[in-house]
């Protein structure tokens, strides 16, 4: 009986495994408007994305709408980030990527703007504000097309009234938690299920440890090899008692002192605050 | 089922006395009067002047007494025809019951065993050894649960075990090489120094009562595991003790036992002497030389309440120290309760495992 329904538990916790480890749906598309929805037409994703590459190009600054079913495990502080980030967007590679990004969630009627790299000069958390309010007024009325043409065509004038131009700037202290913004949904599913075969591990160790401790409970005779306890009190007499030196031996190890200077400054680089992005206030629901 | 009797009869009544653990004393079984050893001697004036006349040797030594003519023709030997257990009781004691390995046809044999020099009398009575061995079964989650329901812990007996108690003297021979270091810096270098020593220790070390059970029926690494004991309440051996208990009769003699005990000695001097060295580092033994120079040998009973377990075809075999209360015996493990709680513990360890990971990985659902 009992081992009866330590198998049931066996198998919900196996099933439970096998629901997680399905595999998720995946976006692997990059473009400059991207609609996974359905509620923007063809007609209406090529006129945007014409209209974004053509900014994106000139400017050198990637300008992106993205409009996603949900906000992809992220909670709202991030999602913009983490759209940002797994999707890889950006003008320019690596650190170098410089992108100004609306991310819409349509399930969750929440959308939030967020820029990146050498961008982040130009779109500060005001512009960034800025740019949300005009998004909600599009989005407010059911307009997601006219939201996002308002949106690429401010961040051009934005771009050229900041006097923005593109480097590659270094970044002092990338931040971000990784497996919060980093990593995408189906990379942290993968990472999740790479390590849970050492939780096995680890689980099957403990287990076979706590009960070979409880097993050996039911073990406590063996053979004594000492009789410390019945030696006499002052029992024990020396009648030689010596420590005779042999020789001395000498060893010299030389020690290498650091007398330099430290690191002189790395002029000409531009310093960018932690995370490489700039944030606006907060998304909105709409 | 009344196994065990006494030959001492109640000065008041004329029933049966036993040596009760709790007031040290002879009591009545049928008035509940206590008596001491000396009143009873004194109600058996003669017995006791023919045993004084006899003789009885309180010192250490390396022989057995012989039991007096009046000693002997009271008490009888029985042996077990299973395991082969020698025991003896008072002539009164109806032994039906191997202490050793629960056989209930033991044989009656001849009386030829040895008198011991010493007895540790029983300072715990049956029911505190049945509630400790109540207690001893708690606690351990894979001890199946009808071993402890059909074990018939009331049935635990209390035996007196032949123990040989070793004196000795070892004598140590040793050398080891030991190294002391300093290290100091001047300017830009670190020196380091290491002088070298010859460390010779020589000297005895002296062991009192190191305990050997002269039984070969009782396995060795029960009695082992179940000192210590307290010596200070040893007695003279007197048969008093043995009112209401049986005795195993020693089969292991002193010579035979005696590699055992020195083997024990042998690794204390070892510790001892190596302790007197300190203040090296990397001290490594170069010889050593241990000898025991002196020696010998008394013969005395211990106590230990003993029970005997058949389960699934196997004999389980507790003791317990008749006067600390400390219990020895190997306990069989439920198969199906290891797999059952190693299964918990990996299943229970796992998913909590899984869920942190997933939570600090930041989710994916």
Redesign the interface.
């Known amino acids: 009986m009992?081992?009866k329904r330590?198998a049931a538990?066996?198998s919900a916790?196996i099933g439970l495994?096998l629901i997680?480890a399905l595999p998720?749906k995946t976006n692997a598309a990059v473009t400059y408007v991207y609609d996974e929805t359905g509620i923007l037409t063809s007609q209406q994703i090529d006129e945007l994305n014409q209209l974004a590459e053509e900014i994106s190009l000139r400017q050198e600054c990637g300008v992106y709408v993205f409009i996603t079913s949900d906000q992809h495990?992220y909670s709202e502080r991030n999602y913009a980030k983490g759209i940002f980030m797994n999707y890889d967007l950006g003008y320019g590679e690596g650190e170098g990527a410089s992108g100004v990004l609306l991310a819409i969630a349509a399930e969750e009627s929440y959308f939030d703007s967020v820029a990146y790299g050498v961008a982040s000069d130009v779109f500060t958390t005001s512009k960034l504000d800025q740019l949300n309010d005009l998004a909600f007024e599009y989005l407010a009325g059911g307009d997601w097309y006219g939201a996002a043409e308002a949106f690429i065509t401010r961040c051009d004038e934005m771009l050229t009234a900041g006097n923005y131009h593109y480097y590659v700037p270094t970044y002092t202290d990338p931040t971000i938690?990784p497996?919060?913004v980093q990593?995408s949904?189906?990379e942290?599913?993968s990472?999740?299920f790479g390590?849970?075969p050492f939780?096995?591990i680890?689980?099957?160790l403990?287990?076979?440890i706590?009960?070979s401790v409880?097993?050996r409970?039911?073990?406590?005779?063996?053979?004594?090899?000492?009789?410390?306890?019945?030696?006499?009190k002052n029992?024990?007499?020396?009648?030689?008692?010596?420590?005779?030196?042999?020789?001395?031996?000498?060893?010299?190890?030389?020690?290498?002192?650091d007398t330099g200077g430290g690191g002189g400054s790395s002029g000409g680089s531009h310093s960018y605050h932690s995370s490489g992005f700039s944030s606006s206030s907060g998304g909105r629901h709409f | 089922m009344a196994d065990q009797l006494s030959n001492y009869k109640c000065p008041n009544c004329g029933g049966p006395l036993r040596f009760d653990p709790e007031s040290q004393q002879l009591k009545c079984s049928y008035c509940d009067s206590t008596f001491t050893q000396a009143e009873v001697d004194a109600f058996y004036k003669a017995d006791e002047q023919l045993a004084a006349s006899q003789g009885t040797d309180t010192q250490w030594g390396t022989d057995t007494g012989d039991w007096s003519q009046e000693e002997a023709a009271h008490m009888r030997a029985y042996n077990c025809p299973s395991c082969g257990a020698q025991l003896i009781a008072d002539d009164t004691t109806a032994v039906t019951v191997c202490p050793y390995c629960s056989n209930p046809t033991v044989v009656a044999a001849q009386f030829v065993t040895k008198k011991p020099q010493f007895v540790l009398p029983f300072q715990l009575d049956k029911e505190k050894a049945v509630e400790l061995l109540t207690e001893f079964y708690k606690g351990k989650p894979l001890l199946p649960r009808q071993f402890k329901s059909h074990n018939h812990i009331e049935e635990i007996k209390g035996v007196y075990v032949p123990f040989w108690l070793y004196n000795g003297v070892m004598d140590a021979d040793m050398v080891f090489k030991g190294e002391r270091v300093m290290q100091f810096t001047q300017g830009d270098e670190v020196i380091t120094e290491t002088s070298h020593y010859q460390i010779i220790r020589r000297g005895t070390v002296t062991f009192s009562g190191v305990p050997a059970d002269a039984s070969s029926k009782m396995p060795d690494e029960y009695m082992d595991a179940i000192e210590p004991y307290d010596y200070s309440l040893l007695k003279d051996f007197d048969t008093m003790y043995l009112a209401g208990y049986m005795a195993d009769s020693y089969d292991v003699d002193e010579e035979a036992d005696r590699a055992r005990a020195d083997r024990r000695m042998t690794a204390s001097t070892v510790t001892a002497i190596s302790s007197t060295v300190n203040g090296f580092t990397g001290l490594v033994p170069e010889r050593s030389t241990i000898t025991r120079i002196d020696g010998a040998a008394a013969y005395a009973f211990l106590p230990v309440w003993l029970l005997s377990t058949r389960w699934n075809g196997n004999n389980y075999l507790f003791a317990v120290n008749g006067e600390t209360g400390k219990i020895v015996g190997d306990m069989p493990t439920d198969k199906q309760l290891l797999i059952s709680w190693w299964l918990k513990i990996t299943l229970g360890l796992f998913a909590v495992i899984a869920i942190v990971l997933y939570f600090m990985g930041g989710g994916f659902l």
Do not use: C, W
């Not at chain 1, 073990?219 to 006499?232: C, G, H, L, V």
């Not at chain 1, 020396?238 to 042999?246: C, V």
């Open positions: 009992r081992i330590l538990v066996l916790v495994l997680f998720a495990g938690a497996n919060v990593y949904p189906a942290r599913r990472q999740f390590r849970l939780a096995g680890i689980s099957a403990v287990g076979t706590s009960v409880m097993a409970k039911n073990k406590n005779i063996k053979i004594e090899q000492t009789a410390d306890r019945y030696i006499i029992g024990v007499h020396l009648s030689r008692n010596q420590d005779i030196f042999i020789n001395k031996t000498r060893t010299v190890t030389r020690v290498h002192r």
